[in-house]
């Protein structure tokens, strides 16, 4: 990708069960948002996290970032079926963004 | 909130025709779109920064006269893929930036799937 790489690129949960996804980046950031997208669809605005910032939580997600290891981690706790989607990190730096690779979540009811 | 139409939502063309999608901003002015391109099961691939009444900038490795950009009001940009082919076929996806650059916060359109046969 042009910035860096999700990891796990696909996971498998059962409803009801937490889903951590990580992004690892390369360059340095003014925020980075985590971003969800459902088959064939634009994408939907998560959370932002500034670079100074190190958790924020909205509901049932939580972010976390680590800018000396250039990462971040999106955890979704109690997941639900309709959180199946596949869910991007993007970087912000000089007015541009750049995505990760994503991450295909599958919630099985 | 803040929405993004893109149009159309699907496209197929004949190969060497010239194929236009539209972004537009509905309920907000963007003085910055940007442009992405989706392969299948792959990421958003940043094509190009579109700026209101000036030039759009390209990513490297982008063709400026294959995909021409124009931004010529605060709510649209459009996206011309010249003389499609086959290779050009994959899902452009359109952002919209608040011109409030504290809400650095992008807002998606729902993408143009497009086939050239």
């Known amino acids: 990708s042009q910035q860096g790489e999700e990891d796990p690129q696909a996971l498998s949960i059962q409803e009801g069960e937490n889903a951590t996804m990580n992004c690892s980046y390369k360059t340095s950031i003014n925020n980075l948002q985590w971003y969800r997208q459902n088959s064939g669809r634009g994408l939907v605005h998560l959370i932002l996290i500034r670079s100074n910032e190190r958790e924020k939580h909205s509901g049932r997600l939580r972010v976390t970032l680590d800018t000396s290891k250039k990462s971040s981690s999106l955890l979704i706790t109690a997941s639900r079926a309709a959180d199946t989607a596949s869910y991007f990190c993007?970087?912000?730096?000089?007015?541009?963004?750049?995505f990760g690779s994503g991450t295909k979540l599958n919630v099985k009811p | 909130g803040a929405v993004v139409s893109q149009h159309p939502s699907w496209v197929i063309c004949k190969s060497g025709t010239s194929v236009k999608i539209e972004c537009r901003s509905l309920?907000?002015?963007?003085?910055?779109m940007f442009w992405y391109r989706q392969f299948p099961k792959q990421s958003l691939m940043l094509m190009a920064t579109s700026n209101e009444g000036s030039k759009a900038t390209y990513e490297q490795g982008v063709e400026k006269d294959k995909f021409l950009i124009n931004h010529a009001s605060l709510t649209l940009s459009t996206l011309t893929v010249t003389s499609a082919h086959p290779e050009d076929s994959s899902f452009y996806i359109c952002?919209?930036?608040?011109?409030?650059?504290?809400?650095?916060?992008?807002?998606f359109g729902a993408g143009t799937r497009l086939s050239v046969l």
């Open positions: 309920d907000f002015q963007a003085t910055t």
């Open positions: 993007a970087t912000h730096n000089f007015n541009k963004f750049y």
């Open positions: 952002s919209a930036r608040i011109t409030d650059r504290a809400k650095n916060i992008q807002y």
